[in-house]
């Protein structure tokens, strides 16, 4: 029925209306269908998610993990392979016999194993797309899995624990955010919000320098430090300091160790943008998905050579953070031990630390991080900030550097925008750029300040908190929501979270996928064939996807056209 108006526009569908139920809507044209949920099993030795006590201890790290977020697809001798993270578990439902509470170790572990990362292979047959179970390049990646530390923090004491006193060794990656591909087809996978994890079961221990930073406090998220004592910081101070990184991970080779890649610093990592500079080092660009924290990108000093060595590629480089101009010009600042006053290794540690000490512009929580393809220019999503304005401290507890600036100019930003810089002479290398806002989503029907948006926000494409997002190969760019779906007030008109698709060249921005209530849209990879969009639902509020009565479970969920035409 789209076939005409596609005709005229950069975008392949016809746009969607809001919605408020809990189910997902895609154009006319277009099916969904679930591929992978959680509780799934990835081996058929594990058992599937129980409604009434969730999953096992024994099954947790041979199941579909909680949470879906960043993912990547690769093709493997072949076979279609998704690396996926699952960032973090909802106690409730995994443990619902006791309404979530976590009262021993096996509930601990429960949890830690239902976290982590999935790579696995999937297949479509005649009932569309599904897990390959028991594929031997199925693994389960969780909170205990062995891996290596590398770059400059490695062996340094404040990395060094009772259990790995060389300070190379740690178990296990957690709230894996959003996700990235490096252009040797490994997966990079980004730690978020792992400062939740850690709590002390000593009233009277005196946090370390650098913890308040990073947000560690005293009590934990979900209780592990009573039952795990790697998580007890007053038995294991330097526990917190071995997470905050970038984690490699071959999906070809399972039984590979994953890196945990130090240069890359350590912040709340969001995702993980790769790109070659013309010359062939590797860029990386990150965000620091924190009120008033920055933006950043690492340079490789090496270059990358197809089929050539690549192990140093992520651990010899240099890392910058931006600085924006208020003349839309903008600098990525070296973080160095001349421009911080810090040792190399501090650097990767107390990343955070050393972006301050260069003056980086404070932003509104970078998210995710998106090149483009088909032209020399990155784009970051800057969620929201309640705390930006003159009344609020940032991060750093500095009320001066909240202020809004100029790529970040509203106080109490409810609604979000994504910026995009242009780099000198098309090189990502370079360390000078041009910048604009490609959208300030607002709501030109409530205001008519700047809270309306820009000029591309109109009454037909309501959104707001910009989050996860990816270009297609043909440089669209797809544009995930997480953020206030109460469809009142300021956010009347914007509906469940969803996915619009953004034209980078006119602006243009349009609605192509509804998620159910209650949930946020993340993660998005193709088919080798592109023929399928792999969407990811996180959170949504029950019956998604399996009907009343029955668990809310986060899924991946294919999006095909009808006439099997590429959809990206
Ligand atoms: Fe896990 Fe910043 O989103
Ligand atoms: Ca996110
Ligand atoms: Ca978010
Ligand atoms: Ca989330």
Known sequence: SSAQAQATSRFGFTPIPIATDSTIHVPDGYTWYPVAKWGEPLFSDAEPLDQATGVSVASADRVFGENTDGMEAFVVDGRQVIAVNHEYVNPGINLPHQDGEVINADDVLTLQNMQGVTVMEVAEGDNGWGIVVDSDLNRRITQNTPMAITGPAAGHPLLQTAADPAGTTVLGTMNNCGAGKTPWGTYLTCEENFNGYFGSTDADFAAPDGYARYGIGAESRYNYEKFDARFDTSANPNEPHRFGYIVEIDPADPSSTPIKHTALGRFKHENAAAVLAPDGRVVVYMGDDERGEFMYKYVSNGVYTPGGPTSELLDDGQLYAAKFNTDATGEWVALTPESTGMEAAEIAIFTRMAASAVG?????????????????????????NSRR??????????????VPNSPNPRDANRYGQIVRWWPADDDHAATTFTWDLYVMAGNPTVHDDLNKGSANVNAGNLFNSPDGMMFDSTGLLWIQTDGDDSNEEGFAGMGNNQMLAGDPVTGQIERFLTGPNGSEVTGLTWSADKRTMFVGIQHPDAPFPDGEGLLARSSIVAVKRDDNQPVG
Not at 361 to 373: G, Y
Not at 389 to 402: L, Q, R, S, W, Y
């Open 389 to 402: 304005g003159p009344d609020f401290a940032n991060a750093g507890g500095d009320p001066a550097v909240a």
């Open 360 to 384: 980086a512009t404070t932003m509104d929580r970078p998210e995710w991080v998106a090149v483009n393809p088909v032209a020399v220019e990155g784009y970051c999503a800057l969620t929201n």
